[in-house]
């Protein structure tokens, strides 16, 4: 079985502050991990993804995200915000079924 | 080349009508999926694919049925619409051995 929970349905941050959107999965394998964002009326893409290799996952746009076994958590990080970064960003897992399973999405709003 | 397109973008149904809605991709991929994604729910799966002739059911897929009589294209339809399968549609593809899946603009569909 596996699950995602995406802690925080909104976060809003300043332009140019730190962005932080926070995964924890559950998975009974090892698991794969994305990260997608979806801009309005748009389907969703493909920002980072973590396969096994590196836990420290650089992505699209300046988002990484880093892999922590122990705390079964994968969260997304970019250092500065720019309002363009305003979006739905979902977090999703996969434990080699080939069917991932989504979190239920954070909305990022960014202030001038 | 396209990746996943569908058609059509938006639809407006009355109660008991029936619809269709395809999904192309050309990137030759083995695995498709359909979701609806709803206010506050995120993604979730309707039906999906994992080859040509095949289709499985995921954790929605009560009011639909799906066909994928060619690997490119995966049709969603609704034989008897009801208002509670309003929602904006994706489709998407996965090719093997790449985990991530690649998701259509949506089609938003409104029931009446």
Known sequence: AQSVTQLGSHVSVSEGALVLLRCNYSSSVPPYLFWYVQYPNQGLQLLLKYTSAATLVKGINGFEAEFKKSETSFHLTKPSAHMSDAAEYFCAVDGGSYIPTFGRGTSLIVHP | ?112
């Open chain 2, 1 to 112: 080349n396209a990746g996943v397109t569908q058609t059509p973008k938006f639809r407006v149904l009355k109660t008991g009508q029936s619809m269709t809605l395809l999904c192309a991709q050309d990137m030759n991929h083995e695995y498709m999926y359909w979701y609806r994604q709803d206010p506050g729910m995120g993604l979730r799966l309707i039906h999906y694919s994992v080859g040509e002739g095949t289709t499985a059911k995921g954790e929605v897929p009560d009011g639909y049925n799906v066909s994928r009589l060619k690997k490119q294209n995966f049709l969603l339809g609704l034989e008897s619409a009801a208002p509670s399968q309003t929602s904006v549609y994706f489709c998407a593809s996965r090719g093997n051995p790449t985990y991530e899946q690649y998701f259509g603009p949506g089609t938003r569909l409104t029931v009446t």
